[in-house]
């Protein structure tokens, strides 16, 4: 069974820094391209950030230089560091993986960390 569990959410002060962490069980991470994404309350989920199964990463305009993403094959485990933090990084963020399979791809989620920002 696929699992991805993240963690490291919480409230943090304009400007502050935080790192989440994702978790991912069921054998799938070597094969699979990571990726966050978040939802701010009252709007649609938007891409963040992913990273191949190689390290090539792809980030949102918004936050790129100030967010990091990173994985650790050897743990099943991506990152995402956070700095320069603004109120409008307030979201729910979620863990993605995109399975690549020579059947094609399967998705899966995570249950989504909150990220507060304020002062």
């Known amino acids: 069974q696929v699992q991805l569990v993240e963690s490291g959410g919480g409230l943090v002060q304009p400007g502050g820094s935080l790192r989440l962490s994702c978790a991912v069980s069921?054998?799938?991470?070597?094969?699979?391209?990571m990726g966050w994404y978040r939802q701010a309350s009252g709007k649609q989920r938007e891409f963040v950030a992913r990273i191949t199964s190689v390290g090539s990463t792809d980030y949102a305009d918004s936050v790129k230089g100030r967010f990091t993403i990173s994985r650790d094959n050897a743990k099943s485990t991506v990152y995402l560091a956070m700095n320069s933090l603004k109120p409008e990084d307030t979201a729910v963020y979620y863990c993605?993986?995109?399975?690549?399979?020579?059947?094609?791809?399967?998705?899966?989620w995570g249950q989504g960390t909150q990220v507060t920002v304020s002062s």
């Open positions: 069921g054998g799938i991470f070597s094969d699979s391209v």
């Open positions: 993605n993986a995109v399975q690549l399979t020579v059947w094609g791809t399967r998705d899966f």
